[in-house]
């Protein structure tokens, strides 16, 4: 492709995503369960959202504040997401497990510390799928903040052929957020006991969601110790 339909493509592709994400929304018989502990997380200061990444694409829904902040990876194909987002209103932070870590780090503690809430996927960008990196527990543990999962199914959707075979739903489904317990991650905590939690919780979660809408539980399989 050249440069001028890269660029055509560039500037499309954001905003038929973003057109799609509407049109989803509009048509789709949403539920909310335990929708409440954000707000009662926020009385006493931001939060950080994390949900794995083959439920992602609906979830700038699950969220209903106005100050959101998302860690995006500096590789090109992440800039199809960074445009969604920002017509969502969502604020941008650089870096990713691989490269510029430490820098999205940095950012989405200094977000919290002004206020903003962070949206993340413990297991993205690239997997293993479903398995906690150690970047979600530095950031609450640093931050002080506390991490809320939230899980998101829909009937009927169909999976996709990637790494994680991400959820699409379709137009009219019935879809479903379930929002979990707050986990604190304390400096003296253990990391592979923080880690395992938050696995648990987030499994739990999808289950709890695919009964609530009707679908079977078919995330890939994960290897744990």
Known sequence: MSNIGSKIVDS??????????????ATMRLQFVRRETLAS????????LAFWHARFVMMPFCYPGERMMVLHSEHRDAQL??????????????????????????????????????????????????????????????????????????????RLSSWDRTMLPYPFARGVFVYGEPQFVGRGS????????????LDALNREADGIVGVATVDPPVDRP
Do not use: N
């Open 190 to 201: 253990i990391e592979e006991e923080e880690v395992a939690r938050l696995e648990a919780s």
């Open 12 to 25: 499309l592709a954001p905003r038929v995503g973003y057109a799609y994400l509407r049109l989803m929304r």
């Open 41 to 48: 997380v926020r009385r006493d200061g931001p939060y950080i």
């Open 81 to 158: 997401l960074v445009g969604i987002m920002k017509r969502f209103g969502f604020h941008q932070a650089w870096g990713s497990s691989t490269r510029g870590g430490a820098r999205g780090l940095r950012s989405l503690v200094r977000g919290l510390k002004d206020g903003f809430d962070v949206g993340i996927t413990p297991d993205g960008p690239k997997g293993p799928p479903r398995q906690v990196h150690p970047g979600v527990l530095a950031l609450a543990r640093l931050s002080g903040r506390p991490i809320i999962p939230v899980a998101f199914s829909a009937r009927p959707h169909r």
